[in-house]
């Protein structure tokens, strides 16, 4: 009798094994290869790996698509999937799907995202828990959460317990925040959008949530905003809010200024980037799930970035095309798109999701099965259970879909196309009219052989804005979705795709590029004679600097006969970029309301919605991002975000009351220093040495200072430029580095690097801890009174000495009452700050040294 030899085991890989294959594979970018292998390559809860490269993970991934496609009439094999899917050239799996599909290692589910929401008794305790209780399970999983908070009664409600009124909805965002915090997603938080209605009565309380120090931070929040409201604001009139929110038989109502509500949604935003805005209205209408409203799909909010709204228990699956990999030729004057080519992968992708919810519906299945097999009773797992079971009945039922792009700054640019110009903006349209009418027919194909979505009813539709606008682009498509019906209930999406553009090596979304060339540095080995030292720092080590490309650039580069390892100066490397597509067209560059406007155009062919940022400088005030706002609802957008450069920085305010002025309090700082700061540049001299300070800001007051001798520290700084960033970096050897940013008279960014080599040692570390006490919130005039009583023995450490207290002084509320000096006019105590220099109450003396 034969006995049949037992299965030899997967075969495993170090991190470091894995890491050098993919480093190879990705040509030596030691970023995309290290968030492959964190993030997507197979491996079990004991940390073993199972993959070696990406192409081991898209022949699992191939090979479950195949399996499913098996199942149903002209099936793509295995290596056809992998062909459209490898190298992440064509079509890109994005996020769960990616690290889930064939993942026998974790129960999970393939969605990247879900909505949560309620049956109309979840302003109960019971019921608000119960949601609580579905975030943490579906983050278990690795699901992004979105909820709606506007069925909360607000605040000073009525109710049948003990505490007699309710709290209204802020405890709530904190709990639902809390929960976010405390779900592990292999190594990474959970992802969480609450929103709530404009009509809320409690809604100014929801946009000035995140204001406060400390309070729900993990979460997004956004703020659903109906044309009534909107229109109130264009025409400065009133508006009503309600609850329950637009009921004709409120229980409670009050009449508000739209403008006040607008102006604090307006300033909240360009100081912290939050809260988001959703124009409700504009998703309602526009939503081809929503004529089923009715039946469990009305949209009650969305996932945390905003580009899919949902229903309750609803979810979506995401996919990206590479759009850049359809230009043939790039950047030389016959650079062309493929139609044709990008025609028939859409309808392929458009298949490939389909496929995936029913690899989706088998992980379903093995989490209900998880839950059954748990020891818990059925009391314990009764949410859980249930929670899935609604999901996977909308699965079922609607089979929706979430195909996205990436690479749309780098296709633009590689056919010489101006992102952002009229003729940019036309060009994204007619892609993403292509994309919209190729997934619906491929639905409407797939419908003949599969069957429709199990509701789908095309008199509910006949209306709905989207539908007729692609009957109007395509009566035969229109014609044979009557007939055959559909097979998914909406399809579309432009996603962020942060980690999958690192490993497409392009531009991420709809986005343009951020910055074609940057600058990093690499520690040199001190034996190695020949290395270049461009500096030494604070203890001693040396470092080369290096230009790093983006890799499309990179490409323009070699094509248009430019030299990649040259060591360009910054000047040589403006000029590359004056020559190249990329010019004027970054993130910072790209006009706001043309973005807006764009937005606007390409939405109408995006049956979900779209993630983008809109990015603006430092310097702008309020009144602009209320005109994007503004923009952004006229032009058709379902929702958009404004991010301020540096805003995150300045957002921490106290959460306690202003004590009385003779009361010491101290200013409530953040206690983790924030990436970036906006900063002051402050020049004095002492005697014949010139000086030069840099002050690091929250909320306008100090909160970290570096200063030094500004020629001979090599501070080589525009006297004009007097405000700017100080940026914190990291060094490659992980220590931390202070990088001040400005922009120079013709619009660029001009960055010095590490001040904290660029000042002598000894001011360095009294800079620290002059820093220190500030950040821990030392009143100013306190901490000037304790450098002017440090004891210093060398002359120059004393001239840096005055210099700080000098530079510190400027920030004193004027008439703050200076302890511990007295007058050297008249010996009296009474002497105040005015404008940095000490008054004397009595004589009228002035000392400004």
């Not at 004027?814 to 004397?840: H, P, V």
Request: proline fraction near 4%; hydrophobic fraction near 35%; aromatic fraction near 10%.
């Amino acid at each position: 009798m034969q006995v049949k030899a037992p299965a030899s085991a997967p075969k495993t890989y170090t991190q470091e094994e894995a890491f050098s294959a993919s480093l190879k594979y990705f040509k030596g970018d030691d970023l995309a290869a290290r968030v492959w292998v964190n993030k997507y390559a197979l491996k079990d809860s004991d940390g073993n790996i199972y993959e070696k490269t990406p192409n081991d993970m898209h022949r699992r991934i191939a090979k479950e698509i195949a399996r499913v496609e098996k199942q149903y009439p002209n099936s793509m094999t295995e290596d056809e999937v992998f062909d459209l899917i490898k190298g992440f050239k064509y079509i890109v799996p994005q996020g769960s799907p990616m690290a889930g599909i064939g993942n026998k290692y974790q129960v999970g589910s393939l969605s990247n995202c879900f909505v949560i929401g309620n049956d109309g008794n979840s302003d109960s305790y019971g019921g608000i828990m119960k949601i609580d209780q579905e975030q943490v399970q579906l983050m278990k999983r690795r699901g992004g959460v979105g909820h709606d908070l506007s069925h909360i009664r607000p605040k000073g409600s009525p109710v049948k317990n003990s505490a007699l009124t309710s709290t209204g909805i802020v405890p709530f965002m904190e709990r639902y925040s809390n929960s976010t915090r405390e779900v592990a997603q292999d190594g990474r938080r959970g992802a969480l959008m609450l929103s709530v209605s404009i009509n809320h009565p409690d809604a100014e309380d929801f946009i000035d949530a995140k204001m406060e120090q400390g309070k729900v931070t993990g979460a997004n929040v956004s703020v659903r905003m109906d044309d009534t409201f909107m229109k109130a604001v264009k025409n400065e009139g009133n508006y009503t809010q309600k609850y329950p929110i637009f009921s004709e038989n409120p229980k409670y109502s009050k009449d508000i200024e739209a403008n006040k509500l607008w102006k604090k949604i307006v300033h909240n935003a360009w100081k912290s980037a939050e809260p988001g805005i959703l124009f409700w209205d504009t998703i309602i209408n526009e939503s081809v799930p929503d004529c089923y409203a009715d039946l469990g799909y009305k949209t009650v909010s969305t996932n945390p970035c905003g580009e899919i709204p949902l229903c309750p228990y609803d979810s979506c699956r995401l996919l990206a095309i590479n759009l850049f990999s359809y230009v043939e030729k790039p950047f030389t004057e016959k650079a062309k798109f493929n139609f044709k080519l990008f025609k028939k992968h859409i309808a392929a992708a458009q298949r490939i999701m389909d496929d995936i919810i029913d690899l989706e519906l088998e992980k379903v299945d093995a989490i209900l099965a998880k839950i059954d097999a748990d020891p818990e009773g059925a009391e314990v797992k009764a949410v859980e259970r249930n929670l899935w079971l609604n999901i996977k009945r909308k699965a079922e039922e609607g089979r929706r879909t979430g195909i996205g792009i990436t690479a749309e700054g780098d296709m633009l640019a590689a056919l010489g196309i101006k992102y952002g110009s009229e003729k940019g903006v036309d060009f994204s349209v007619e892609i993403h009219k292509t994309i919209a009418l190729e997934a619906y027919r491929a639905s409407v194909y797939a419908a003949k052989e599969r069957g429709a979505f199990g509701i789908f009813d095309s008199e509910r539709e006949k209306e709905n804005p989207f539908i007729l606008r692609l009957k109007e682009a395509d009566e035969k498509l229109y014609y044979d979705m009557l007939e055959y019906g559909r097979r998914n209930i909406a399809l579309l999406t432009i996603a962020p795709t942060g980690t999958t553009s690192l490993m497409t090596q392009t531009t991420s979304g709809i986005e343009p590029v951020f910055l074609p060339v940057y600058k990093r540095r690499r520690k040199v080995n001190p034996n190695d004679k020949d290395a270049r030292v461009d500096f030494i720092d604070e203890v001693g080590d040396s470092w080369e600097e290096y230009v790093v490309f983006h890799h499309r650039f990179k490409e323009w580069m070699k094509i248009n006969g430019h030299d990649t390892d040259t060591n360009y100066s910054q000047e040589e490397l403006n000029e590359l970029v004056e020559q190249s597509p990329y010019h004027q067209a970054t993130s910072n560059d790209v006009d706001w309301l043309s973005k807006v406007r764009m937005q606007g155009a390409v939405q109408k062919w995006v049956d979900h919605s779209i993630s983008v940022t809109i990015n603006l400088p430092n310097d702008v005030d309020e009144e602009l991002v209320g005109k994007l706002y503004l923009e952004a609802w006229q032009a058709g957008c379902k929702g958009v975000t404004v991010y301020r450069d540096g805003s995150r920085s300045g957002v921490l305010i106290s959460n306690e009351e202003k004590k009385e002025e003779n009361q010491e309090s101290l200013i409530s700082f953040p206690t983790k220093r924030p990436e970036v700061l906006e900063a002051d540049v402050v020049r004095f001299q002492n005697n014949k040495e010139k000086w030069i300070a840099f002050i690091g800001l929250i909320d306008d007051k100090p909160y970290e200072i570096f200063t030094g001798l500004a020629d001979e520290d090599g501070i080589l700084l525009p006297r004009w430029a007097t405000k700017g960033l100080i940026i914190k970096n990291r060094n490659e050897d992980g220590t931390s580095r202070y990088d001040f940013q400005y922009q120079n008279k013709r619009g660029y960014k001009t960055t010095i690097e590490g001040l904290s080599h660029k000042f002598d040692p000894e001011y360095w570390n009294y800079a620290k801890l002059i820093s220190s006490t500030l950040r821990h919130g030392m009143p100013i005039e306190k901490a000037v009174e304790l450098i002017n009583s440090l004891q210093l023995d060398s002359e120059s450490i004393n001239t840096w000495k005055n210099g700080v207290a000098r530079a510190l002084k400027r920030y004193v509320e004027d008439g703050t009452l200076a302890r511990k000096q007295k007058c050297d006019n008249c010996n009296s105590s009474q002497l105040i700050y005015q404008e940095g220099c000490l008054t004397c109450k009595d004589c009228g003396s002035s000392k400004c040294g």
